[in-house]
C-alpha cells in the first residue's frame, strides 16, 4: 500500500516520532488525523501542514469511548481510514524498591494504560474502519504499525513498567495479525531504540551520554525522520506481516 492517497491515523502526534510520521504521511501525498492528549501541542503542529491535509483530533488514547468517536471523526472529515500508527506513549521510571518504600502501582498501571492498552484501543476502532474499506490492486485494506522499544527486550533497571508495556506491544503483534489474516490488513511492530525526542531529552545529560554509549554505529541517538522512514517502509511493503523490527543502531542496553 503507497501512503499518497490514504488516510492515517498517528497517535503521539504532537511531538517526536509521531509527528515525524505525520509529516512523512503529508510529504508523501497522503491525509492525517494527528491524534495527542495536548490539544494545544497539537494545534501547533496541525499548523504547519496544510489544512486539507491534515486534521487535529484531542484524545486520550486510554479512553475507550474517545477512541471511538475519533475514528468516526476521521471517517466523517476524510471518508476512509488506511493507516494506523500508534506512537503516544510514557516512559516514567522507578525501580520495584527504592529507598525501603515499595513502587507506586498506580504509576505501574498507568504506564501499561497509556502504551499497552492505549495501543490496542486505537487498533481496535482503526481496524474495524479499514475492514469497511475496499480492497486495493493487491488486495490490502489498511496496516496498522505500532510501536515498541528496545526496553522490551533488555530493559534497565527502574523500567519494570515500561518494559513490561512495551512487551507487551511486541506480544500482541502476531496474534493481531492473525486475527486480520484473510482479510487484507496487516499488524507490524518497530521496536526503537534511542531517539531525539522530548522523552530522552528530559533525560540527565550523564544518562543520555552513558546509552549513546551503548550504540553501535553510527554513534548519536536516531532521527525522528529515519523512524519515520521505516514507517513507510512497513506501509508499502506487502509481504512484511506480524514482524517487529527494531531501529537501535545496534544498541544493545546494559543493566544501568
Do not use: W
Amino acid at each position: 500500500m503507497q501512503v499518497e492517497g490514504r488516510v492515517a491515523v498517528v497517535t503521539g502526534a504532537g511531538s517526536g516520532l509521531g509527528r515525524a510520521t505525520a509529516e512523512m504521511v503529508v510529504a508523501r501525498g497522503g491525509s492525517v488525523a494527528l491524534v495527542d492528549a495536548d490539544a494545544d501541542r497539537l494545534q501547533e503542529v496541525v499548523s504547519t501542514l496544510p489544512r486539507e491535509h491534515a486534521l487535529a483530533v484531542p484524545a486520550d488514547v486510554t479512553d475507550a469511548l474517545a477512541a471511538e468517536n475519533a475514528a468516526d471523526q476521521v471517517i466523517d472529515h476524510f471518508g476512509a481510514l488506511h493507516v494506523n500508527v500508534n506512537c503516544a506513549g510514557i516512559a516514567p521510571a522507578a525501580k520495584i524498591v527504592s529507598r525501603g518504600k515499595p513502587a507506586d502501582v498506580e504509576l505501574f498501571a498507568k504506564t501499561l494504560a497509556v502504551n499497552l492498552t492505549g495501543t490496542f484501543n486505537i487498533n481496535r476502532v482503526a481496524i474495524a474502519a479499514m475492514l469497511a474499506n475496499e480492497p486495493d490492486s493487491s488486495g490490502e485494506r489498511g496496516v496498522v504499525v505500532n510501536t515498541a522499544s528496545d526496553a522490551a527486550f533488555d530493559g534497565q533497571a527502574g523500567q519494570a513498567a515500561y518494559s513490561a508495556s512495551k512487551a507487551g506491544v511486541v506480544g500482541m503483534t502476531l496474534p493481531l495479525a492473525r486475527d486480520v489474516a484473510g482479510k487484507g490488513v496487516r499488524v507490524n511492530c518497530i521496536a526503537p531504540g534511542l531517539f531525539a525526542t522530548s522523552m530522552v531529552s528530559g533525560m540527565r545529560e550523564d544518562i543520555q551520554e552513558r546509552l549513546v554509549d551503548m550504540i553501535l554505529e553510527p554513534k548519536r541517538m536516531g532521527r525522528p525522520d529515519e523512524f519515520a522512514l521505516l514507517v513507510e517502509h512497513l506501509i508499502a511493503n506487502s509481504y512484511i506481516n506480524a514482524e517487529c523490527i527494531r531501529i537501535d543502531a545496534g544498541q544493545r542496553m546494559l543493566p544501568r
